[in-house]
């Protein structure tokens, strides 16, 4: 996996390769679309006032494009610098010697963590309810090892196609119980120890539909985590009580257990004592504990999937809106098409 500056680098290689920012408004935010049945085609109306018209519409807004910020009395008063993620200054802050508060431990989270506990002077972490997380085990990778991967291209589409995940992971098929403790065991180590979704996506299918599969499992991954964290309490709050491993989205995390080993990084279980309020100063907890910081990282989630196209006032034919139709969630043709929405993609 890329790092962001690699991957910019690439998208902007590739625009100016085929040169493509001349198809492209930057700055441009849509705020409704509509249908027009007498001409099949789209209005688009936009922040700036001006619309625009055509007859087919590709929406590639991101299902987590929407940040999702808490409701806590007092964020308006902070005085130091506080932000979601998803906003992260283009100028990225100087850590150093700053006393930082990190609000959430999901997926964006567990891959800040490590990265500021590394630079900040303090590092508190506010934890609702922890996630299961496994290693990403990125690496450089060699000349060598990449001029073997374009040997098995083929392979590796032909991997992809086959997989229920669109990656080069397949399931183990073997049947969990078909397979002694001590190879289940072996496969998760070597699994565990490899790189990318394979300890979640090349596992035994059983883990996700069998309750003592996945129990089972999930005690495995759970003593993983305690080898890791020095702190026998601390880490019984790191592990996930509520739910199995794999049942809900599995972040990729880089040394994201070893950064509660720091001497620099602290753990609030707001699940025990709730944040109360955003102070001046910092955040102060149910407990009446008011921890002073600088910078605050809302690290809150997105308005996942419909939100993106909730921000968009989209009509269809007969005036109907999409938000109204998916109000009990998005339905769909193939993930594509939607009835009473013509053109639209």
Known sequence: FSPQPETLKYLNYVTDKFDLRRYMQFNCTVEAMTFNEATDTWTLE????????????????????????????????????????????????????????????????????????????????????????????????????????????DDIFAR???????????PDRRGFYNVPRQERLELWDRLYDGPGFGIWLQNFTEIFMDEDANAEFSDYIADRIRQRVDDPELAEK???????????????????????????????????????????AGVRTSDGIEREVDIIVYATGFDAFTGPFDRIDIQGTSGQKLRTKWVDGPVTYLGLTVHGFPNLL
Not at 114 to 123: G, T
Not at 160 to 170: L, N, T, V, Y
Request: negative net charge; contains cysteine; aromatic residues 8%.
């Open 238 to 280: 790191l592990i996930p009580k509520d739910h199995g491993f794999g049942i809900q989205r599995v972040p990729l995390e880089s040394g994201y257990f070893e950064a509660y080993n720091r001497d620099n990084v602290v753990l609030v279980d707001a699940a025990e004592t709730p944040i109360e309020r955003i102070t001046p």
């Open 46 to 153: 936009l922040q700036d006032g001006r619309t625009l018209r055509c007859h087919y519409v590709i929406t590639a807004i991101g299902v987590l494009s929407i940040p999702t910020m808490p409701q806590i009395e007092g964020m308006d008063r902070f005085e130091g610098l506080s932000f979601h993620p998803a906003n992260w200054p283009h100028d990225p802050p100087d850590l150093s010697g700053k006393r930082v508060a990190i609000i959430g431990t999901g997926a964006t989270a567990i891959q800040i963590i490590p990265e500021v506990a590394k630079e900040a002077a303090e590092l508190i972490v506010f934890q609702r309810r922890p996630n299961w997380a496994a290693p990403l085990n990125n690496r450089p990778i060699s000349e060598e090892e990449m001029a073997e991967i374009r040997e098995r291209y």
């Open 160 to 170: 992809c196609a086959r997989s229920p995940g669109g990656f080069e992971h397949e």
